[in-house]
């Protein structure tokens, strides 16, 4: 059983930056590609960023040269280094390990953009 868990969400003003951190449980992480999802309220979920088990990444035109992800294999752990936030990146930002059985997710943390 696998088990996520996300951390650095926050209250930021616009033009700022957070990082956000998933600690994945286990030892598949190394072998499998991370996710970082969001979700604004009353929108659908919303696919960020991905990085692959080797590293290569893959961004939504929404987030592409203001947002980085990256992992470290010996801590478990994927980040999201978002900068130049906007108001409208106001969402629940969440991570998903995929072992294409299944998928496991984390709880979430809310990142609010305002000034």
């Known amino acids: 059983q696998v088990q996520l868990a996300e951390s650095g969400g926050g209250l930021v003003q616009p033009g700022g930056s957070l990082r956000l951190s998933c600690v994945a449980s286990?030892?598949?992480?190394?072998?499998?590609?991370m996710v970082w999802y969001r979700q604004a309220p009353g929108k659908q979920r919303e696919l960020v960023a991905v990085?692959?088990?080797?590293?290569?990444?893959n961004y939504a035109d929404s987030v592409k040269g203001r947002f980085t992800i990256s992992r470290d294999n010996a801590k478990n752990t994927v980040y999201l280094q978002m900068s130049s936030l906007k108001p409208e990146d106001t969402a629940v930002y969440s991570c998903?390990?995929?072992?294409?059985?299944?998928?496991?997710w984390g709880q979430g943390t809310q990142v609010t953009v305002s000034s």
């Open positions: 998903k390990l995929g072992t294409g059985l299944k998928d496991y």
């Open positions: 286990g030892s598949i992480f190394r072998f499998v590609n």
């Open positions: 990085i692959s088990s080797g590293g290569r990444t």
